[in-house]
């Protein structure tokens, strides 16, 4: 990623902004259909934040989407003001409504942020996570659920997230490795080899991640990533659930790069994987997992590059395999 955005990296990344806005406008209403996965993550994180102690006064949701974390952020810090934020305007309008209809007219972020601050106890923002609309030193938690792989430009967003949060405010997230999706991306391999780098969204490992941390100005960041699986019954099941998630490059569709042909060979390629999952069809998501705080004393179990990476089972006591999820 360059140090700095020439004119030409400035209009790629505000196309792959307004891209990604789109995506989640037009999924908004339906994307409770596939929240199941945000759901778990979620319940993970909180199982994390069982073994942090904080009393946050302000609370960020960082990618909010419909706000479903926004409630349970506000149930267990019950004296912080919680705020979401979100790009996609529908998303935040559902989390505005409590995720029922969302209102029909289009308006500015500040209109909405008015209209949540009379309404509810948490505002939402619709807002790019790289800009935020608040002042330096505002919260004292971020949170955010597999909401950073879709930002272009994951080290502008950190940098960002570090300038919103207080001194010694603690940033948690969540966010998808690059062995996410694999299974979708070999099927793409044997249907379209020439084309098949741009159909899935590339992914940030989890060693760059806390990196770019550490670049950022966090002080301990800790990572930690697992598996789940999915195992679909039909290919038709998995690219429904992957066109709702918006899973593709920021600077495509993948409803418009798929033909009936290429979509034809991407299925056959799919239930060609059925045999060797047992008469299912597989979906991996690698997730990640990371927090760190501003600026609190590095400890001595930290890495050389000023991060720590932590094996899920010396946190939560279980094992790390493999979960599998039926779809």
Known sequence: MPDVLTPHARDDARAARARIRRIFDRRAARFGEVAFLPREIARRMHERLDYIKLAPARALDAGCGPGADLPLLAARFAQAAVTGVDLSYCMGARAHCGASDAPPARR???????????????????????????????????WSNLALHWHARPDEVLTEWQRVLRKGGLLMFSTLGPDSLRELRAAWCAADAAHALLRVIPFIDMHDLGDILARSGFETPVMDMEMLTLTYRSPAALLNDVRRWGAYPCNRSLDGLTGRRRYAALTAALEAQRAACGGQIELTFEVVYGHAWKERARTSTSSPEGYGVVKLENILGRSKSSHHIIR
């Open 108 to 142: 500015h972020w500040f209109s909405l942020f008015a209209r949540s601050v009379r309404a509810r106890r948490w505002p939402v923002v619709q807002a790019d996570f790289a800009m935020l609309p608040f002042a330096a030193d505002t919260f004292d938690l971020l």
